[in-house]
Nanobody, 127 residues
């Protein structure tokens, strides 16, 4: 059974930084594209950033480009989301997701393209 466990969320002030982690088990992590999504109250879940299986390819939502950075450590089965210059509108539950990938640059943007999900971690940014 595939498990994804997020950690690192919390309450921060606008302009602060935060790093989220997602630890994976039960599947071949190095063969999976990984994504971070977020869902704010009353809004749909949205794509934030994704990384290809090898770690060389990434995709970012325009709203977080230049502020967020995704990385992965295949030896530790972990993907990270470094968030900087946080804004109140970044407040949401952040979810980690995984999808088996054949190609290194395959990074889905649609939530429906991911097979496995974590339970989410709350990020709250106060103004």
């Amino acid at each position: 059974q595939v498990q994804l466990v997020e950690s690192g969320g919390g309450l921060v002030q606008a302009g602060d930084s935060l790093r989220l982690s997602c630890a994976a088990s039960g599947h071949t992590f190095s063969s999976s594209a990984m994504g971070w999504f977020r869902q704010a109250p009353g809004k749909e879940r949205e794509f934030v950033v994704g990384i290809g299986r090898s770690g060389f390819s990434t995709k970012y939502a325009d709203s977080v480009k230049d502020r967020f950075a995704i990385s992965r450590d295949n030896a530790k089965n972990t993907v990270y989301l470094q968030m900087s210059s946080l804004k109140p509108e970044d407040t949401a539950i952040y979810y980690c997701a995984a999808r088996g990938a054949i190609f290194n640059n395959y990074i889905p943007r649609l939530a429906s393209d991911y097979n496995y999900w974590g339970q989410g971690t709350q990020v709250t940014v106060s103004s």
